[in-house]
C-alpha cells in the first residue's frame, strides 16, 4: 500500500496567533513538523495542506511542498480530503497536525503499519498512557478507551473509564487503565472522501471532537499505543517550552 502524510496548517490561531509562523528556534514551528513527518520511512511523501498563501511561501523556501486549499475548508481533515481527491494513487493518508513539532517519525510508521493490517478498520489513530492525575482531568487532554480488539468505543475531554471509587495505583496500572489521545489519524483514501460529507453528529458539537463523526456513522477507529504522549504546541506555553527544549537539545541561543 501507497502512504502520504498531509499536514493541515490554518494561518489563524485563537490562542496562539499565527504559530505556524512562529520561528524563534530559527525555524518557523511548519518547518519542525515537516521535517519530523520527514523523517518516517514509510510515506511516500509529505506536503502541508494549507489556507493561506504565507503558509505556503514559508514552507517553498525550506523546500517544502505545500498545497494552498479552499479558504472555506472546515477543518483539517477536510483539507487533508481535498488533497487526496487529486492523489489516486495513494492509499492511506495520514493526517499530521502542523503544530505537532515533535512527533515521532516511528509513530507515524507505526500506525500505517496498524491501518495496513487491520482490514476492518477505515481509520487508525494513536494513545499513549495517561499517569497524571491533573492531565486525567483537564479537558483539553482528550481521552480514549477501546474494546478488546483495540477499536475505538469513545473518545470524550470527560475521564474516562470513570472511576466509581478513585485509587492513585489506578494511575499505575499495567496495562494502562487511562489513555491520552494522540491526534493523528491514518485514513484509508476511500473513507476519507466520504468525511466532508458526514453530518456532523450531537456528540460531537458537545464534545467538540470530530472524530466522534467518525463513530457515530460506523467507522471502526484502530487504536496503537505508543509509549508517551506528544506534545502539541496550541498556547504560548507550549511554545516557550517547545523553544528551550529545543535550544536546550542542540545547544542553541
Not at 23 to 38: N, R, S, W
Not at 114 to 125: N, S
Not at 146 to 153: E, I, M, P, T
Not at 171 to 186: E, T
Amino acid at each position: 500500500m501507497t502512504s502520504y502524510v498531509v499536514i493541515p496548517a490554518r494561518l489563524a490561531s485563537t490562542r496562539l496567533p499565527r504559530k505556524m509562523l512562529l520561528d524563534e528556534t530559527g525555524k518557523p514551528l511548519i518547518q519542525h513538523t515537516y521535517e519530523a513527518a520527514a523523517r518516517a520511512t514509510k510515506p511516500a511523501g509529505v506536503c502541508v495542506a494549507c489556507d493561506h498563501e504565507e503558509i505556503r511561501q514559508a514552507v517553498e523556501r525550506f523546500g517544502g511542498k505545500a498545497v494552498l486549499t479552499s479558504p472555506t475548508a472546515q477543518s483539517g481533515t477536510d483539507r487533508v480530503a481535498e488533497v487526496a481527491r487529486s492523489m489516486p494513487e495513494v492509499d492511506i493518508f495520514v493526517n499530521v497536525q502542523g503544530d505537532e513539532p515533535e512527533i515521532p517519525p516511528e509513530a507515524i510508521d507505526q500506525l500505517i503499519e496498524l491501518l495496513e493490517r487491520t482490514a476492518e478498520a477505515e481509520v487508525a489513530t494513536l494513545a499513549a498512557p495517561l499517569r497524571e492525575r491533573d492531565r486525567l482531568a483537564d479537558p483539553a487532554c482528550v481521552k480514549v478507551v477501546s474494546d478488546g480488539r483495540g477499536f475505538a468505543l469513545y473518545f470524550s475531554r470527560s475521564i474516562i473509564p470513570h472511576p466509581r471509587e478513585w485509587d492513585d495505583s489506578l494511575l499505575q496500572a499495567d496495562p494502562p487503565i487511562f489513555l491520552q489521545h494522540i491526534g493523528v489519524y491514518a485514513y484509508r483514501r476511500e473513507y476519507l472522501l466520504k468525511i466532508p460529507y458526514l453530518a456532523p453528529p450531537p456528540l460531537e458539537r458537545v464534545e467538540k471532537l470530530e472524530q466522534l463523526r467518525f463513530l457515530y456513522h460506523g467507522a471502526r477507529i484502530a487504536v496503537g499505543l505508543i509509549p508517551s504522549p506528544t506534545c502539541g504546541i496550541d498556547t504560548p506555553e507550549d511554545y516557550r517550552r517547545f523553544v528551550a527544549n529545543y535550544r536546550a537539545r542542540y545547544n542553541r541561543r
